[in-house]
């Protein structure tokens, strides 16, 4: 990512005159704050307190074995031993590619995808590519991907396996499918050389940071030795409350009632899209946060983000989703999960009233870099 | 680590009849519970729920703040900005090491030192080396050094600058020197090239995994865009928490009954090991968790760790704290601060008892390897 970018970001999150459409952030109204506290507190009553206590590098048994027992519900054929819990799914990723992929190889990935995926082969001296081409690996997210919220049919899923290529198949977003209609992971049918990676950052709460891994079974022990090299362990406290979540809760009625906010959340959004910025491109999302908009016209993008966020808006612009940072055609990802209902629609017509004004965007100046800005 | 040790280890954990003397884990009982508790429940009414939400790659700002204003308490001098939160310890070493060494060069250490470090530094494609030599960095633990519970005097520390490299300063037991007499940190005289690294695992609770580092200025983008690509952020509840707990107790009080507590463990250990087992040569630590005794005979190290295990005891083998591995002399590290008081005599006096018998060790089959021993 631009650091312009980054540091606009950092400005526009911390200003509340601002209505973000920017991140990957759930709703927090969403959050199952009851749940939590609930499982917090069961948490700190086990004698013992291993909760706060170190644990072993592949994570809490019993949440392995629920996240095991709930892919097998998908056509997984996998045991707890074969799960490893992770910081998120980056972190996931980040083992997954140690593994897989040397510095200068390229790694094959979608004509937009996940940012902080990019900047992570990035940093690793890997060159994401888009389209066809020879490759070492893939990045994938079949299931829904990330910014455009589509899905891969049977044929591109196929395709994709035919390359016999390691695929990170990255299910980040999976379970937040509007439809719920979720097919099994490339990894049940590529057992060999697919790493399976998940969260609950989208559909519990990302403050937890608990993902996972499933890496195929060669790779498994160098998988749990990369993740005890690089922070020994997940948080226990963290596993802890996500584990009696899923013990106590109904997670899958949970998922339904998500898929519905969210499905909601993204036809307001569409629909002050086509009222207020009817010449901007879109597909209606099959589910996720986010909403993938182009526009014909060529404005300098960061330039435009500083614009409109003195218009009271931010968003991802569109060169940190692609592989090679181009920033035409002119494009946004839109979030619809973050920002409470109502703003959705002042957050477009704000957008509307920059784009509009698009004109003064050259004569923009921009901040100077954030001293926190890493990208 | 020797993956058959790794078994055994996780073999004698499991076991409720075995007293484990192996690892560095503090004692439950010292958690601050109630504190914990009462940050958690603030945590979860601030509005919008941050604790629950994406942060930023650095960690909690107020967080830092905290860090930053105990450290310069000890003779530093940095802002917020300078410090990022991280998963214990562990992981900053693994960031820092990502900055300063490439695969194939060596490390200088200790000549025993913190395993996780050396795994690290061998999986890294580093050779980790104790003694003269030429070095491209130092790992260093001169306020309180893992197993021996020494510190390095003030000669020894300038000995240490002197050799103008990069130097990770990990002071993970720092302030757990039972006199608290903290000396500044040597990133207090060469900021430009100490890494310095701390965590709340040992004075809070590890199971939060909430460490820092303190890069040099020059390295800190770096070591910001490396702590994304990992893993995005350190859990946002367990920042929040501990930031809440340091606003609301009295941290310094809280050392000093600690330091008190470990004292009276180590010497309830010390003379258990006096007395039952007078052959073996230890100095009193002067703070941490363990204590480091040598014996003179030659045993295997796995077979003698299983012999023991069966006599109700366990405890890290030398080996794993050496650069080299060695497992000559025999040694072993006791950690006086997991195991509940009363325990501790009992376990060396079953130590003894497999001691005494150690020529049976020949005879002792080792378990076959646990599918998740990573080492």
Redo the contacts between chains.
Sequence with gaps: VDPRIETLQ?KAAADAGVIGLG????A?AQ?P?KA??AA??EA?SSA???????????GLASLREKIARRLNGRGMNVGP?DVII???A??AI?LSLELVCRPGQRIGVDAETYP?AL??FR??GLRPHAGPGAFEALYSTPALANPRGTSLDGAARAQLLARRLPILEDEAYAELRFDGALAPPLAATAPQRVFLIGTF?KTL?????VGWLVPPPRY???A???????????????QAIVDHVLAHDDFDERLVRLRRFYRRRASRLAAALKRHLPSWRFRFPEGGFTIWAEADDVVDEARFLAHATRHGVSFDPGSMFRADARTTPTAVRLSFAAAPGPELEEAVRRLARAWSRRREVRSVTLPSPS?????
Excluded: I
């Design positions: 950092r991140g990957g952030l759930p927090d959050f704050r939590l506290v917090f507190l700190l013992g307190l291993p909760a706060l206590q170190y644990g072993w590098p592949e031993d992770t910081n998120g980056q972190q980040a902080a900047d992570l940093s690793r950052s709460c990302p403050g937890l940071r498994r022990r160098r749990l030795r990369l993740k005890h090299d690089s922070d020994l362990q997940s948080n226990s406290l963290a001293p926190l800005a890493a990208m």
